[in-house]
């Protein structure tokens, strides 16, 4: 059984919906910085980014459901 996510099965979605924004009072889904966020794809830790646009950078839902599903397996574990 699926569980509900704040964003669509597929599409994309932006750094300040994955890291969440305090300003706008976007939740974050991985609660990390956004240099946190960008070393971690640096390293490969978290997946790459698509350029969507000149100045507009998205990650796959998919890739992000499956990172998330990768770290509660790491917690389980």
């Known amino acids: 059984m699926q569980t509900a996510t704040p964003f669509p099965p597929t599409g994309f979605l932006r750094l300040a919906q994955i890291v969440g924004n305090p300003k706008t009072g976007t939740p974050p889904i991985i609660p990390v910085s956004k240099t946190t966020w960008w070393q971690?794809?640096?390293?490969?830790?978290?997946?790459?980014?698509?350029?969507?646009?000149?100045?507009?950078?998205?990650?796959?839902?998919?890739?992000?459901?499956?990172?998330?599903?990768?770290?509660?397996?790491?917690v389980v574990a």
């Open 40 to 74: 971690g794809v640096k390293s490969g830790r978290y997946p790459k980014p698509i350029k969507l646009s000149k100045r507009c950078t998205g990650w796959r839902v998919s890739e992000i459901l499956g990172l998330l599903e990768s770290m509660a397996k790491e």
